[in-house]
């Protein structure tokens, strides 16, 4: 015979053995309820190793207390020291909206304000940047019967977390009629002493940029005392101008940019509704470029607060100046010095 054949034989003649011997461990465990008992009465080679198998346990029934169903309960789970499951929640919006959320983080704000008062100034013109096409600071506003400015001023902010971005605009526009007590030159344009004039000025500006409030002395309710924002923001001021006298006419129009840096100091007692703001805002004085400086002093009150949206009124003083020069020969030279202003606004966040 082969040996790999003997060899198979050998295999198969083992594995009848092991499970003879399989069978009749069974059935003396089912006859006895113990192994150990039968095995020890039958061969007395392990009966003498009987004190190791009387620890052995009976298998657990329904009625045991060894026999519990499976608890997979996060809080098993842990007990356990294992991770507890992840449970899906299938009725969830794939866009919840949470609290948490950054469109949530996000506040927006529509602040105006209505600034009136008295303006003085004047608009040198010239005629292709020559001196002698326009008169020396003149007209000035007075001489065209402007006196006062009433002057509106828009501004979106959003904010989230600490940082604040704003678009903002000042309308500037004033015209009158009035009848010159001189000789002026403006333009190119030659006016005579009482010539009637019709005049239309504007000095719209408008503003984006980027604000960062730094809250300091927090009061018992959680409020800061004292923020104080620093901004940065860029500016762009549009000129217009226009003087009509009978059939003669002159208009001029130009657009210029500039940077602007300020700070706001705002100051709430206790943290309560009540606080006093005071603002300053400047762009650097450039040959070329519109030298725009404001401040103001405002009280506010929050009249209005609910978890949707806030109002805030206030009321206070403001003054500002618009100067600028063309080249350094200044052949072109506008400027207005508008206050002291009544400052008379609102806020609405939301």
Same mark, same amino acid.
């Given at each position: 015979?082969?040996?790999?054949?003997?060899?198979?034989?050998?295999?198969?003649?083992?594995?009848?053995?092991?499970?003879?011997?399989?069978?009749?461990?069974?059935?003396?465990?089912?006859?006895?309820?113990?192994?150990?008992?039968?095995?020890?009465?039958?061969?007395?080679?392990?009966?003498?190793?009987?004190?190791?198998?009387?620890?052995?346990?009976?298998?657990?029934?329904?009625?045991?207390?060894?026999?519990?169903?499976?608890?997979?309960?996060?809080?098993?789970?842990?007990?356990?020291?294992?991770?507890?499951?992840?449970?899906l929640d299938f009725d969830r919006p794939l866009f919840a909206d949470d609290s948490d959320s950054v469109i949530n983080q996000i506040h927006l704000s529509l602040t105006?304000?209505?600034?009136?008062?008295?303006?003085?100034?004047?608009?040198?013109?010239?005629?292709?940047?020559?001196?002698?096409?326009?008169?020396?600071?003149?007209?000035?506003?007075?001489?065209?019967?402007?006196?006062?400015?009433?002057?509106?001023?828009?501004?979106?902010?959003?904010?989230?977390?600490?940082?604040?971005?704003?678009?903002?605009? +000042?309308?500037?526009?004033?015209? !009158?009629?009035?009848?010159?007590? #001189?000789?002026?030159?403006?333009?190119?344009? =030659? @006016? %005579?002493?009482?010539?009637?004039?019709?005049?239309?000025?504007?000095?719209?500006?408008?503003?984006?940029?980027?604000?960062?409030?730094?809250?300091?002395?927090?009061?018992?309710?959680?409020?800061?005392?004292?923020?104080?924002?620093?901004?940065?923001?860029?500016?762009?001021?549009?000129?217009?101008?226009?003087?009509?006298?009978?059939?003669?006419?002159?208009?001029?129009?130009?657009?210029?940019?500039?940077? +602007?840096?300020?700070?706001?100091? !705002?100051?709430?007692?206790?943290? #309560?509704?009540?606080?006093?703001?005071?603002? =300053? @805002? %400047?762009?650097?004085?450039?040959?070329?470029?519109?030298?725009?400086?404001?401040?103001?002093?405002?009280a506010r009150y929050r009249l209005v607060e609910s978890k949707s949206y806030s109002l805030t009124g206030s009321l206070g003083v403001a003054a500002e100046r618009i100067?600028?020069?063309?080249?350094?020969?200044?052949?072109?030279?506008?400027?207005?010095?508008?206050?002291?202003?009544?400052?008379?606004?609102?806020?609405?966040?939301?």
């Amino acid at each position: 015979m082969p040996v790999y054949l003997k060899s198979i034989r050998k295999v198969c003649r083992s594995m009848a053995i092991l499970s003879a011997l399989s069978l009749s461990w069974t059935v003396a465990y089912s006859a006895s309820g113990s192994p150990a008992d039968s095995t020890a009465q039958s061969d007395p080679i392990l009966s003498a190793s009987l004190p190791l198998t009387t620890h052995l346990v009976p298998a657990p029934t329904e009625s045991s207390e060894l026999y519990q169903p499976f608890d997979l309960s996060p809080t098993s789970a842990s007990a356990l020291g294992a991770p507890a499951p992840v449970r899906l929640d299938f009725d969830r919006p794939l866009f919840a909206d949470d609290s948490d959320s950054v469109i949530n983080q996000i506040h927006l704000s529509l602040t105006g304000q209505f600034l009136w008062g008295p303006v003085a100034g004047y608009t040198q013109i010239a005629a292709g940047a020559k001196k002698k096409t326009t008169s020396h600071q003149r007209p000035r506003l007075s001489q065209l019967g402007i006196d006062h400015a009433t002057i509106p001023d828009l501004e979106v902010a959003a904010t989230y977390g600490p940082h604040q971005f704003f678009v903002g605009a +000042q309308i500037i526009r004033m015209d !009158d009629r009035a009848k010159l007590e #001189g000789t002026i030159v403006t333009h190119g344009l =030659g @006016l %005579a002493v009482k010539s009637k004039v019709k005049d239309d000025i504007q000095l719209d500006w408008y503003r984006f940029g980027y604000r960062y409030p730094i809250p300091m002395f927090e009061a018992d309710n959680g409020v800061a005392t004292l923020t104080i924002t620093p901004q940065i923001n860029a500016a762009f001021w549009d000129f217009y101008y226009r003087i009509t006298s009978a059939k003669l006419r002159t208009t001029r129009r130009f657009s210029k940019f500039t940077g +602007q840096l300020g700070v706001d100091v !705002d100051w709430r007692p206790e943290g #309560g509704p009540f606080s006093i703001g005071v603002m =300053g @805002l %400047a762009s650097p004085p450039l040959d070329a470029f519109p030298f725009i400086v404001e401040g103001e002093v405002v009280a506010r009150y929050r009249l209005v607060e609910s978890k949707s949206y806030s109002l805030t009124g206030s009321l206070g003083v403001a003054a500002e100046r618009i100067d600028y020069h063309d080249t350094r020969l200044r052949a072109n030279h506008i400027r207005a010095d508008f206050g002291p202003l009544l400052v008379a606004g609102f806020q609405l966040s939301f």
